[in-house]
Structure formats: C-alpha cells, structure tokens
C-alpha cells in the first residue's frame, strides 16, 4: 500500500510538471501570434485568454499522453539509477507487478483522455470558432469607411456616411449573391421575424418574375437604403444583422435579364449565417459525438461520400487517441531499464521518439481514412500493433531466459547421454 502510494505520487507529480512545461512551450508561439493580431485592431484583447482556453483541450489531447510517458520514464529510470528496482525485485516484486500498482492513475487518466478526444477538443474548437467568427465580424463592420466598399463572406458593403457615434449608416448599398431557392428561404424567415408594423411593403409590382425555372438560379441582390442600423443579437450566435429603412430590394439573375424590384420601408438582413449542424469535411472536428456516430453509420446518399469518410475518420481518431494511456506504461517500463553507470536520459529520447511514432501513426491514419484509402479499422489495428510490441518489450528477456536455459539443459543432457554410450 504504501509503496502504490508512492509510485502514484511520484507519477502523477512528475506528469504534472511535464505537462506544465509543455503547455507553456506549445502555447507560446500562439500566445504571440494572438498579441500580434491584437495589437493590430483584429482581435479584442478582452478575448484573448478566452480563446487561448478554449484551444487548451486541443494541446491537452495530444500534450497529456506524451507527458504522462515522459513523466514514467523518468520515474522508473530513476528506480534502476539509484539501484532501488534492484533492492524491489529482491523482496519478490517484478517490474510488471510494480507497473501494475499505478492502474488507478492510468484508468482515471484513460477516462480523462477519452473525455477530452470526445467531448472536451470538439466543443473547445465549436467554441473558439465561433468567437473567431463574431470577431471577425464585428471587426468588418468598425473597419466600415465612407465612401468605401468593404467585402467579407458573400456580401459587399457601401455606406456614404456614418453618425459620429457609428452606429447609424447613411446612404447604404448593399450587395449579396445567394443562391435562389436559399435567397428565398432567408426571405420568408426574414419576414416572419419582423413586426407587423415594420414588415416590407411593396412599392411596385413584381415585373418579369421567371416561375419556369426549376434549378436554382444563383442571384444578385442589390439592396438600397437611406439609413442603416445594426442589431443587437447574441454574442455567440455567430451572426451580424441590420435594420435597413426606406429602401429599394433588386434580384437580378446572372444568365437572365427578367428582374424583381420590391419597396420597403423597414427590412431585417443578415450578413452571417449560424454554424450549420450538417456534417460537412469543413466542420468534421467541431461537431458532437452524436451527430457524428449517425453521420458516420448513416452509408446514405443523406451524406456524400467525402462528408462520410471523414466522419468515420474523425471517429476512429476520437476513439484511437485515449489508448495512448494504456499503450505508455507498456512501453515506459521496459524502456526505462538501463545498465549500471548508464545513466536514465540514455533511453529516453529514443523511447520518446517510438511512442511519438505511433501517435503521429494515428494521426496519419486519420487522413488516409478520409481519403478512403483504408478503412477505420485501420486505427484498431495499429492499436493492437503497438500493443503486441509492447508486450514482447516486456516479455523479452525472459523468453531468451527460457529459450537459453532450455538450449542449456539439453545440451547438458546430450552430454550426459554421451558420457554414458557404451560405445
């Protein structure tokens, strides 16, 4: 009991610090790269520590396997340095038995890692994203210039002139290219979100309305308004909307010269969407576990093909990453064996850079998979692959042990037999 303790302490102390100083390697570039883009007026410094934490689980699914390795090979390299393995495999304890007292810390790292690859990496990378976006957004529309056009997404922006406290636009010309069926979809929602009051009416019939065409047709909108103000809406709604008052609305066809022309005195338009909870390849590491299961599992023309595949490869990467717990003390306690006067550090960069060789294995693994070059199962089997290895590691020396003393003994018994042949 009390050595358990110990060898628990020791691990998850030394993991601790590891994993400290390896957060603050991975993290520093990025941490100057986010001052950079806020010193320039792109970024609001208010957010950054929020954006740096929601990247963390991102670093943490990668960083707190290779630390937890790192953090076992120091610990049981240091057992052999000092002589104490010795003095423990003389009172009974085999190096296995030893490694086998830490399974508490291992299981509750195993749940740890799992919970960070499933839940906590995509949710941090929604999160981020979705900051990212509204700040991108706001940032084009303080970046708004009179006299000016001003582009970002599928809209262009021009404005004449600005109150003095920017919240009011005067003169504004507004430019989107959407497609048909969508522009309509917008339209009708647009509308309904609106009060009665303040709902658009026509000024003008519609002219030469095309209700033949079957296809969508992408359209140019061109929007007209005298004054303009910007909507209040939630923060993390990733969407920008304004009030445009006493104006025209132009759907112009790109292959036809029939047009519609609407009047309003208030319109309602959005220059951002919402994140869609479609499976797409864009979105893949950002969506939940759910959604991704059914996307994965659905094999319909529901999904395309490339969605399909990497959603099956996102799905083997989440569930691969935590064996990387089980896999380290496999590999860490045969690896930290060294010989007198060695000194521990002389098999920790090769051991570091075998176990790094099959995290970069999964990794590979996921981009071959969404490319439909091999199948998800491919990641079970390198699993399995580095597991084996690891138990020849451990189980080496004592099959040239057995494999030697067998040789040995019937040698011995030829020799015996030919000592006692009459002939």
């Known amino acids: ?251 112009i066809g790109a292959d036809s010269l029939k047009y519609n022309q609407v009047g309003f005195e208030r319109y309602r338009i959005s220059l951002a969407e919402s994140p869609k909870d479609t499976v797409t390849e864009d979105n893949i590491e950002t969506q939940k576990i759910g959604a991704l299961w059914q996307a994965a599992t659905t094999g319909n023309d529901k999904v395309p093909t490339a969605a399909l595949q990497a959603a099956r490869a996102e799905l083997g990467y989440r569930f691969a990453l935590p064996w990387l717990m089980i896999i380290a003390p496999m590999l860490a306690v045969p690896l930290a064996q060294v010989r007198p006067r060695q000194g521990r550090w002389l098999r920790l960069f090769p051991a570091i850079l075998l176990f790094v060789s099959c995290a970069l294995g999964i990794i590979s693994l996921k981009s071959s998979v969404s490319k439909g070059a091999l199948t998800v199962w491919a990641n079970a089997g390198l699993i399995i692959g580095f597991i084996v290895f690891a138990l020849y590691l451990n189980w080496a020396s004592r099959l040239h042990h057995r494999v030697k003393f067998r040789k040995g003994a019937a040698k011995q018994t030829q020799l015996e037999l030919d000592k006692g042949d009459p002939l």
């Not at 001003?150 to 004449?160: D, R, T, W």
């Open 1 to 251: 009991m009390i050595l358990r303790r110990y060898m628990i302490r020791e691990v998850a102390t030394h993991t601790a610090l590891v994993l400290g100083f390896l957060i603050v390697l991975m993290l520093g570039g990025r941490l100057i790269r986010y001052f950079g883009i806020a010193a320039e007026g792109g970024l609001d410094v208010s957010l950054l520590f929020t954006i740096i934490g929601y990247n963390l689980p991102y670093f943490l699914e990668l960083i707190l396997p290779l630390a937890f390795f790192i953090a076992l090979m120091l610990v049981f390299g240091r057992l052999y340095v000092d002589n104490e393995m010795a003095v423990i495999n003389g009172s009974g304890m085999s190096r296995g038995k030893l490694g086998r007292l830490i399974a508490p810390l291992i299981i509750l790292l195993f749940i740890f890692e799992a919970g960070l690859s499933i839940v906590g990496k995509p949710w941090g990378v929604r999160e981020s994203e979705n900051v990212w976006q509204q700040q991108a957004l706001t940032s084009a529309f303080d970046l708004i210039r009179p006299n000016e056009f001003i582009s970002n997404g599928n809209y262009h922006l021009y404005v004449g002139s600005l109150s003095n406290d920017r919240t009011e636009l005067q003169d504004v010309v507004l430019i989107q290219t959407q497609d048909n069926t969508k522009g309509k979809k917008n339209e009708k929602e647009t509308s309904d979100s609106l009060p009665q009051s303040t709902a658009a009416t026509t000024d003008s019939a519609v002219q030469n309305t095309d209700k033949s065409a079957k296809s969508p047709v992408i359209k140019d909108t061109i929007i007209l308004a005298k004054r303009a103000m910007q909507v209040d809406t939630d923060p993390t709604s990733g969407i920008t909307q304004l009030d445009l008052f006493q104006g025209r609305r132009y759907e």
